[in-house]
């Protein structure tokens, strides 16, 4: 069965730090790995990465994948109290074919 | 431009009554189809996926059906809700190499 495992949970910071997000994956036919922000309603796309070791880059956010260890990370510089979200990854076995979402990663940034 | 409309936001239903959730996407056709529950505060749990009119798969056995009458039109329904089927209902479609889109989701409450 596939599954997407993020860590941590949940994390509190203060503006200003940076953050990791963790995601590891086991998707039958792997293609492609996405993340997502949700602040009140809908998630939000953020990232897709299909190729290892190619960085995405978009502000402050950035995030990498590894094939080899089935992972993905998700970094936040220079957090603001406006990144405070669930962040979501999620592993697709074709592109945008039947996304399998993680639990979610709670992050706050206090002010 | 692609959009997806998703409604009502919100809903407070007695147990035991009748449930419809409606999706409509427009500017595109064909598109693949996705009802997501998730709990209070966490990931998605893919419900059922269509690829075209009339194809509906499930993916967890449920209290809840799913179908696709015209082909940017996506319903979900319950006969007789249960309180187990509270949550926050999306919908999606697949936009292939920019992931999903998601509708704004429907708040259900089941009393």
């Known amino acids: 069965e596939d599954k997407v495992v993020q860590s941590p949970l949940s994390l509190v910071v203060h503006e200003g730090d940076t953050v990791t997000l963790n995601c590891s994956y086991e998707?039958?036919?792997?293609?492609?790995l996405l993340w997502y922000k949700q602040e009140k309603k809908a998630p939000t796309f953020l990232f897709m990465l299909t190729s290892s070791g190619i960085e995405k880059k978009s502000g402050r956010l950035s995030s990498i994948l590894d094939k080899k260890e089935l992972s993905s990370i998700l970094n936040i510089t220079a957090t603001q109290t406006g990144d405070s979200a669930i962040y979501l990854c999620?592993?697709?076995?074709?592109?945008?074919?039947?996304?399998?979402f993680g639990a979610g990663t709670i992050l706050r940034v206090k002010s | 431009s692609q959009t997806i409309h998703q409604w009502p936001a919100t809903l407070v239903q007695p147990v035991g009554s009748p449930l419809s959730l409606e999706c409509t996407v427009e500017?595109?056709?064909?598109?693949?189809l996705y009802w997501y529950r998730q709990a209070a505060g966490r990931g998605l749990q893919l419900l059922f996926y269509?690829?075209?009119?009339?194809?509906i798969s499930s993916e967890v056995p449920q209290n809840l059906s799913a179908s696709r009458p015209q082909d940017r039109q996506f319903i979900l329904s319950s006969k007789k809700l249960l309180l187990s089927d509270s949550g926050f209902y999306l919908c999606?479609?697949?936009?292939?190499?920019?992931?999903?889109?998601f509708g704004s989701g429907t708040r259900l409450t089941v009393v």
């Open positions: 500017g595109t056709s064909n598109p693949n």
């Open positions: 999620a592993g697709g076995g074709e592109y945008g074919n039947k996304l399998v």
């Open positions: 999606a479609f697949d936009r292939s190499l920019y992931g999903y889109t």
């Open positions: 998707v039958t036919n792997f293609r492609s």
């Open positions: 269509s690829v075209g009119i009339g194809q």
